[in-house]
């Protein structure tokens, strides 16, 4: 792309005691479009999600979002996120949590849109405690995309979600990327990241693998799977 990113990791590494997660990444999202981060499990794409939120310090290389470091008030009321480990209030009833998540950026979404794309009718007055795993996930994804984020992270979105809720999330994520906003992804699913990527980064302990458009990745991993038959 030609456009300057939005955010981007640049010689990135970051150690857990003897764990190296991430050794000299450079990661760049730019504005209307889905970079998809794919890996085995431990290849650190977590980690890179965590260093671009704020959420985690890198030991090496820097992260900017807008120009900025991460998460001061300014760059987090322009971010919407869907981490796997959520630290939702168990006992806050739906309504009242998209509520105070709304209220944190400067042009929300209306509650009713974002019922209607998340799929959270009849939802607004359980407690999120009492939902199902699923149900739960909808709610996530409603809280990540109500501000009408220019920047959204989604860390495995779609795990124990059924297809319905599934082309939902595409679907709002699609729209938000035609607007202009950019998106990280990160997933398990090849066929999730062909629905939506316009690139895709694969990590491997820790270093970028491979990048480059999701035709250029498909046709490699194609040809992986072709050496494995023949051989
Ligand atoms: P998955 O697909 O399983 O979610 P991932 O690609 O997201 O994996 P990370 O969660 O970033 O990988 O983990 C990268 C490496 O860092 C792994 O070896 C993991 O065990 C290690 N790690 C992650 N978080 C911590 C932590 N808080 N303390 C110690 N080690 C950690």
Redesign the pocket.
Same mark, same amino acid.
């Not at 890996?39 to 890179?48: E, L, Q, R, V, W």
């Given at each position: 792309s030609t456009s300057a990113p939005l955010a981007q990791l640049a010689g990135v590494g970051k150690r857990? /005691?003897a =764990?190296r %997660?991430l050794d000299g990444l450079d990661l760049a999202l730019h504005p209307g479009q889905v970079t998809s981060l794919l #890996? %085995?499990? /431990?290849? #650190?794409?977590? =980690? %890179?999600v965590g260093l671009l939120l704020g959420l985690l310090v890198p030991d090496a290389g820097h992260v900017r979002v807008f120009g900025e470091a991460p998460r001061t008030p300014a760059v987090r009321r322009r971010c919407g996120v869907m981490l796997?480990s959520a630290g939702i209030p168990e006992r806050l009833c739906v309504g009242e949590m998209l509520a105070l998540v709304r209220a944190g950026y400067p042009a929300p979404r209306s509650v009713a849109d974002c019922v209607a794309l998340a799929g959270l009718d009849g939802l607004l007055d359980r407690r999120y405690g009492a939902l199902s795993g699923g149900q739960q996930r909808r709610v996530q994804f409603a809280l990540a995309v109500c501000g009408r984020p220019r920047l959204l992270c989604l860390?495995?979105p779609t795990t124990g979600l059924d297809l319905d809720a599934r082309q939902r999330l595409w679907a709002a994520v699609r729209e938000l990327v035609a607007d202009g906003s950019a998106v990280l992804l990160?997933t398990?699913y090849l066929e999730e990241a062909e629905a939506l990527s316009d690139r895709v980064a694969v990590?491997a302990e #820790?270093r970028l693998a491979a990048e480059g458009g999701i035709d250029a990745i498909r046709a490699r991993v194609a040809v992986r799977r072709i050496r494995c038959v023949s051989s």
């Open positions: 857990y /005691g =764990t %997660a #890996g %085995a499990n /431990g290849a #650190g794409k977590s =980690t %890179a796997q860390d495995e990160t398990h990590l #820790g």
